[in-house]
Each structure stands twice: as structure tokens, then as C-alpha cells.
């Protein structure tokens, strides 16, 4: 038959506490404190014959119930310091959090003011590219210009004289949206 674990306890038979014997040594520790096997607990009424008091409690049930003063005050001030340092860290995140949304709201001014230099510098490409274009234009025979025309899909007349197809490739372009 197997002996281990073992139950014992202490108390009474109406009020009691257990505990589990992993072994024999845990065992007779636990004798030592006073457990022993159910059968052997006394009753409320032969407790309080026998000068025990009904749900009393000995210097020995608090024996290890309290904290020296000086392990209380160390984990005292360790919560400080925690508290501390917790205090400063909240702080820190706050000002990062302060510092972030001013960045995000000047990288949103910046990134408006970079729209809209490149509408500019695509307006400023565009003239250049059509006054370039102009002067190209002007070097070039009839015949180039209507083959010219006919490469950007602009109609003319077989009929139009240089400064007619000059005028047609100036207009500006109508994209479709």
C-alpha cells in the first residue's frame, strides 16, 4: 500500500486545517507543528475542556505571521524608489508623446508646401518644355511638322500653311480625365 501523500490536520474535527505529507521527513515536520491524522482530532467540546479556546490562536500560530521591521521598511523603500521611477517614466512619455505630435503636425506642413512646390515645378517644366518646344518648332520644315502633328494625334489640313501647324502644336493639349 502506498503511504505518500499523506493528509494531516489540526484543528478540530468541526474546524480544522490540512495539509498534504509529500514524505516521511514532511511528515513529521508537520507532526512537530501540531497536524496529525483525522482521526485523532479532538472535538470543539474536548478542545474547550481541556482549557483550548474555541477558534483561538497561540503565539505559535503567529510565530512566522510577521515581517521584521527592517525587511518592511526595505521593501518600503524599494516601493518608493519604484514609484519613483515609474513617475519619471510617465513624464518622459508624455513629453515624447508632446514631442511626436509636433513633429507629425510639422511633417504635415511639410509635406503640404512639398505638394505644392511640385505643382509649381511642374508648371515651371511645362513652360519651359513648351517654349523649348517653340523654338524647336521653328527649325522644322512643313512636311516635319505635320509628321510631328500626326505623332501627337492633332488634326490639321493638308492645306496649312507653317505658321498654322506652328499654332496647332502650341495649343496646349486636352488630356482626358
Known amino acids: 500500500m502506498r503511504e505518500f501523500p499523506k493528509m494531516l490536520y489540526v484543528g478540530s474535527t468541526q474546524s480544522h486545517k490540512h495539509q498534504l505529507a509529500q514524505n516521511e521527513d514532511h511528515e513529521a515536520e508537520l507532526r512537530e507543528f501540531g ?14 475542556s481541556s482549557g483550548g479556546m474555541l ?8 510565530k512566522n505571521a510577521f515581517v521584521p521591521i527592517e525587511q518592511f521598511d526595505a521593501v518600503s523603500e524599494k516601493l518608493v524608489q519604484k514609484e519613483l ?3 519619471v517614466a510617465q513624464t518622459e512619455r508624455d513629453d515624447f508623446k508632446t514631442e511626436n505630435d509636433d513633429l507629425k503636425g510639422q511633417l504635415s506642413k511639410v509635406l503640404e508646401e512639398n505638394q505644392q512646390l511640385k505643382t509649381v515645378i511642374d508648371l515651371f517644366k511645362a513652360e519651359t518644355v513648351n517654349a523649348t518646344d517653340a523654338a524647336d518648332y521653328n527649325s522644322l520644315t512643313t512636311p516635319q511638322l505635320q509628321k510631328l502633328l500626326d505623332e501627337k494625334g492633332i488634326a490639321y489640313l493638308k492645306r496649312d500653311n507653317k505658321e498654322t501647324l506652328l499654332a496647332l502644336l502650341a495649343q496646349p493639349v486636352k488630356t482626358e480625365e
Do not use: R, W
Open 35 to 48: 497536524f496529525v491524522d483525522f482521526a485523532d482530532l479532538e472535538s470543539e467540546v474536548e478542545q474547550m
Open 55 to 62: 477558534g483561538g490562536a497561540s503565539s505559535e500560530d503567529f
Open 85 to 87: 521611477q515609474l513617475n
